[in-house]
């Protein structure tokens, strides 16, 4: 395996890490005295969460993971190193770690619940083109510049909304965060019908 391929897996790899400071953890332990400390200790895990300096950690995850995706498509180009597992894992390995990202900020009420639905949904959607595409031809399909744009304009917007808009917000109450998240959100829309009209053949090929 190389060093690209590596990368994306790395990715992955630290998407949970990144939501165990972010989100809370969703466990109600009996009331009963057996389990009170396990439940003081999820208190205050939650409270470090939700609360603490734990989305700004998120917020670092956040950054090196979306390195991790620079560098990795860099090397891979650099040194003719594009594989069919890259093309295929690399955009997966992004859609989990925009995925986990929007349903936690989501949970927190710090992003649009519609923005989450809309990206994810699209994500779905493009996935399953990739697979009936992988599936009967053996075709991989790359991410065009339009989606690719996408991509990056949404890592903008749910970094910003990780460290609250600093330092923007030191300036300026004005929102930015909420408006890259505006134009991710109809970069979404757009180059996902881009992809399917492109790829609608892959449907109804025999």
């Known amino acids: 395996m190389n060093i690209p391929n590596k990368l994306t897996i790395s990715r992955i790899i630290m998407t949970p890490v990144f939501l165990a400071f972010i989100a809370p953890l969703p466990v109600r332990l009996p009331d009963a ?9 999820l208190d205050s895990y939650n409270d470090f ?6 989305k700004y950690v998120a917020g670092f995850i956040f950054l090196i993971a979306f390195l991790t995706d620079a560098i990795d498509g860099y090397i891979a180009r650099k040194y003719d190193l594009v594989t069919d597992f890259g093309k295929f894992l690399d955009p997966i390995a992004d859609k989990l770690l925009v995925a986990a990202a929007l349903i936690a900020l989501a949970e927190r009420g710090e992003v649009s619940g ?6 994810i949904s699209r994500e779905f959607i493009v996935t399953g083109f990739r697979l009936v595409a992988a599936s009967g031809s053996g075709l991989v399909i ?18 910003l909304a990780l460290f609250d808009n600093i330092p923007f917000s030191l300036i300026s109450d004005f929102p930015l965060s909420d408006a890259f998240m505006f134009v991710a959100v109809v970069l979404t829309v757009v180059s996902g019908a881009q992809y399917i009209i ?7 090929n025999k």
């Open 49 to 54: 969460v939700l609360n603490g300096a734990g």
């Open 198 to 204: 492109a790829n609608k053949h892959i449907l109804t």
């Open 114 to 119: 519609w923005a989450a639905v809309i990206i």
């Open 33 to 41: 005295p057996v389990f009170s400390w396990l439940a003081g200790a």
């Open 142 to 159: 790359e991410a065009g510049t339009l989606g690719k744009l996408k991509t990056v304009t949404q890592f903008i917007a749910l970094t």
